[in-house]
T-cell receptor, first 117, second 111 residues
Framework: GAVVSQHPSWVICKSGTSVKIECRSL??????MFWYRQFPKQSLMLMAT?????????EQGVEKDKFLINHASLTLSTLTVTSAHPEDSSFYIC?????????????FGPGTRLTVL | GQNIDQPTEMTATEGAIVQINCTYQ??????LFWYQQHAGEAPTFLSY????GLEEKGRFSSFLSRSKGYSYLLLKELQMKDSASYLC????????????FGIGTKLQVIP
């Protein structure tokens, strides 16, 4: 159980375009999902917390107008990178809260590698 | 704020035992997680500790000392496929799911 999918797994786009990344919990409902960004040889940096039916909570320094998050259902959250630039090139990973025995824990999607030319 | 420290790299021999340490300084504490991340892939959940002591799960064990702000992940009978980064993550608030990740320890298993 606790499978999370992400689509697409990789995307290459031109500077100035927008890219949408989907995150789905396949076998459980997730009221909370998280979006992370990971640059090479660095740790996961939380961008925002996505709550079903309400506005996302963004971490300090993350532009909410640039990284649009929509959590329209209990199994789907989307991240749209608007007007992407080369510095937005990164590995974007989502996670959803599931239960692992003793506690709720985060289960991660496979990630989306974004390259902006 | 949050501060989580792990060694950046370790090397160990196939079949051996390796211990990966993690120290943390957080405003609160409500659990510590260990994740494994292979290069280019997303992290996978390994273990969770909220009380002091050792949790064993097959070849992997995780230990926690809350008073010392310290945890370790113990990997036994190392296999080549265990070469990966191991991430320590701390949840600091009860009832809140957000965790903070350490930078990760890149483990290389050699023959």
């Amino acid at each position: 159980g606790a499978v999370v999918s992400q689509h697409p797994s990789w995307v290459i786009c031109k500077s100035g375009t927008s890219v949408k990344i989907e995150c789905r919990s396949l076998d459980f409902q997730a009221t909370t999902m998280f979006w992370y960004r990971q640059f090479p040889k660095q740790s996961l940096m939380l961008m925002a917390t996505s709550n079903e039916g309400s506005k996302a909570t963004y971490e300090q320094g993350v532009e909410k107008d640039k990284f649009l998050i929509n959590h329209a259902s209990l199994t789907l959250s989307t991240l749209t990178v608007t007007s992407a630039h080369p510095e937005d090139s990164s590995f974007y990973i989502c996670s959803a809260i599931g239960t692992s025995g003793k506690t709720d824990t985060q289960y991660f999607g496979p990630g989306t590698r974004l390259t902006v030319l | 704020g949050q501060n989580i420290d792990q060694p950046t790299e370790m090397t160990a021999t196939e079949g051996a035992i390796v211990q990966i340490n993690c120290t943390y300084q957080t405003s609160g504490f409500n659990g510590l997680f260990w994740y494994q991340q292979h290069a280019g892939e997303a992290p996978t959940f390994l273990s969770y500790n909220v009380l002091d002591g050792l949790e064993e799960k097959g070849r992997f064990s995780s230990f926690l000392s809350r008073s010392k702000g310290y945890s370790y992940l113990l990997l036994k009978e190392l296999q080549m496929k265990d070469s990966a980064s191991y991430l320590c993550a701390v949840r600091d608030q009860k009832g809140y799911q957000k965790v903070t990740f350490g930078i990760g320890t890149k483990l290389q298993v050699i023959p």
